[in-house]
Every structure is written in C-alpha cells, then in structure tokens.
C-alpha cells in the first residue's frame, strides 16, 4: 500500500503524473514554493522538482508578504478615513462657531419641542401649545 500525493495549485503543472517518491521530499518542495529555505533533512527537491511549473514560484513567500503588507496599508487607510469623515461630521452636527457668542437659532420641531440653540449650548424645550 502507497501513499496518494495530490496537488494543485499555481506551482504545480496541470494533469503531471511523477513516479513514486518518498514522503521526506514533500518538505523541500514545500519549502521551495513558499520561498522558505529548508532546515536541514534527508529529503531531496530534486526527486519532485519536475511537478513544478516554473522556479519563479519559489518567491512564493515575498509574494505573501507583499499582500499582506499592502492588505494592512489599505485596512489602515480606511480606517483612518472613516475616523476622519465621522469626526467631521459630528462638528458639523454640533454647529460650533466661536466667533459668533450671541447668535442663537429656534427651531420649533414637528413633535412639539423648541429647539433653542447658541453656538456654545442647545437648549430642547416643550412648547406650550
């Protein structure tokens, strides 16, 4: 009874069938597609090189970093975006103007309430009607 190794992926040649080799070589072929140089072990790369599309996979690790790298820039990105836009938002909500102490707004609203209102306080009250 053998083993059954099956891959797929970018690294591998489609529909490739290799002959029989031993379970010691997955680890250097592993190494070799995520860009990771093996420790030292009795496997060998050159007996499951050929199931291998091309050698530029083995920068298989900075590509992984590279994405990564660039998925936290734009995480952060946004972010940072979206702190800035509600911190905008609620100054605005807020309608702080320090130069202008003794205007002051009134507002009466649908359900009943004043709405009274300076640049420094808000004042809500009940209507008497």
């Not at 099956?6 to 597609?33: E, Q, R, T, W």
């Given at each position: 009874?053998?083993?059954?190794?099956l891959?797929?992926?970018?690294?591998?040649?489609?529909?490739?069938?290799?002959?029989?080799?031993?379970?010691?070589?997955?680890?250097?072929?592993?190494?070799?597609?995520?860009?990771?140089?093996?420790?030292?072990?009795?496997?060998?790369?050159?007996?499951?090189v050929?199931?291998?599309?091309?050698?530029?996979?083995?920068?298989?690790?900075?590509?992984?970093?590279?994405?990564?790298?660039?998925?936290?820039?734009?995480?952060?990105?946004?972010?940072?975006?979206?702190?800035?836009?509600?911190?905008?938002?609620?100054?605005?909500?807020?309608?702080?103007?320090?130069?202008?102490?003794?205007?002051?707004?009134?507002?009466?609203?649908?359900?009943?309430?004043?709405?009274?209102?300076?640049?420094q306080?808000?004042?809500?009250?009940?209507?008497?009607?």
């Amino acid at each position: 009874m053998h083993p059954i190794f099956l891959a797929h992926g970018p690294a591998f040649k489609n529909s490739y069938k290799i002959k029989s080799f031993n379970n010691v070589d997955i680890y250097p072929l592993m190494c070799s597609i995520l860009g990771v140089k093996p420790a030292a072990n009795n496997g060998s790369l050159d007996n499951v090189v050929d199931m291998l599309k091309s050698s530029h996979y083995a920068n298989f690790g900075l590509v992984f970093v590279m994405l990564m790298s660039v998925s936290f820039l734009v995480t952060t990105i946004t972010i940072i975006m979206v702190c800035y836009l509600n911190r905008n938002r609620s100054n605005s909500d807020h309608n702080l103007d320090n130069d202008n102490d003794d205007v002051s707004n009134q507002v009466i609203n649908n359900d009943g309430y004043q709405n009274i209102s300076t640049s420094q306080t808000a004042i809500l009250v009940e209507n008497e009607n």
